[in-house]
């Protein structure tokens, strides 16, 4: 099925049309799964996060206004199930941990290759909201304005935090480069 | 131009030089562009709620109207003598399909208020 995201999303809003929804998914799914998987570091998550987030589209569909790009709406969605997800996640690991003595491993794709771990290493060292603006114009491709929307951050906070979260990254790649 | 340019363009040229090295790097740590497992794993999770939603409200509604119709007679074969004055005169004074079109237009609301707006058509 052919057609522009505004037709598409008609379909789906005029007769719950799943032909054109799954050309949405097909067309939209590397920006949501690529963000999902950074913000996550942990593929099968991601992916699971990245189903739910489609499904949530359907269900809501109704709720996008047109204003800004169907891209930047689902990486909204996306940026919020991340957020339940990892709350729910902290709750899970304190309670865990009352369990445990030992503390918990967060898990990697193994196998994964070089390139890719390195790049996860080095997001890892920038703050929560930082990685979620790096990754969402790096990875999901959005403008600073649409990654504002998707995080409901300030348009010069997101702004700042990708340019810091740059500058991070690129002190990292150095001193890995300057140690190799 | 000054020395102070010529080291401003030099960080810009290494910033852009960065911009693009990093876009690639996530270029190809992304997944691929096309995967129509993921595609059809999540068409197939669509109409999943629509159905429960509907095995749910239809599952309630046929148990409770069960339990309504086994208890009914006892529960209202008392007031309704009193009420048969009442009801025939309700009957006398607006006439059945008067009666009959409100009860309806009553289910209709209650399907309406029930069912999600834009999901009507994909029922």
Redesign the interface.
């Known amino acids: 099925m052919t057609g522009d995201d505004a037709e598409l999303i008609a379909l789906v809003?005029?007769?719950?049309d799943?032909r054109a929804?799954?050309t949405l998914?097909?067309r939209h799914?590397?920006a949501v799964?690529?963000l999902l998987?950074?913000l996550c570091r942990n593929h099968a998550l991601a992916?699971d996060l990245?189903?739910d987030t489609?499904?949530k589209a359907?269900?809501k569909?109704?709720g996008y206004s047109g204003a800004g790009s169907f891209r930047a709406w689902l990486c909204r969605i996306a940026y919020n199930e991340f957020l339940m997800s990892a709350r729910k996640r902290k709750s899970a690991d304190r309670a865990l941990e009352r369990l445990q003595a030992e503390p918990h491993e967060t898990s990697t794709q193994p196998g994964a290759p070089g390139?890719?771990v390195?790049?996860?290493r080095a997001l890892a060292e920038l703050g929560e909201e930082e990685r979620a603006c790096v990754?969402m114009c790096?990875?999901g491709g959005l403008s600073h304005s649409e990654a504002a929307d998707a995080t409901g951050l300030p348009l010069g906070t997101v702004k700042s935090h990708v340019n810091r979260g740059?500058a991070k990254?690129?002190a990292w790649f150095e001193r890995k480069e300057a140690a190799a | 131009m000054t020395m102070n340019d010529d080291a401003m363009a030099v960080e810009a040229a290494d910033?852009a030089a960065?911009?693009a090295e990093?876009?690639a790097?996530?270029q190809?740590?992304?997944?691929?562009?096309?995967?129509?497992v993921?595609?059809a794993?999540?068409?197939s999770?669509?109409?999943r709620?629509d159905r429960t939603r509907l095995l749910a409200l239809g599952g309630a509604g046929a148990t409770g109207s069960a339990v309504a119709g086994s208890q009914l007679e006892s529960l209202i074969s008392g007031p309704l003598q009193h009420l048969d004055g009442v009801l025939g005169q309700a009957a006398g004074f607006m006439g059945p399909e008067a009666i009959v079109t409100g009860l309806f237009a009553a289910l209709a609301l209650g399907v309406a208020w029930i069912i999600p707006?834009?999901?009507l058509?994909?029922i």
């Open positions: 809003l005029a007769a719950g799943q929804f799954a998914v097909t799914q590397q799964r690529g998987m950074r992916d990245a189903q489609f499904v359907f269900n569909i109704s390139a890719r390195d790049l996860d990754v790096f990875a740059r990254l690129k | 910033d960065f911009d990093l876009s790097m996530f190809e740590a992304a997944p691929p562009a096309e995967d129509p993921f595609t794993h999540v068409v999770q669509l109409g709620t707006k834009g999901r058509t994909a």
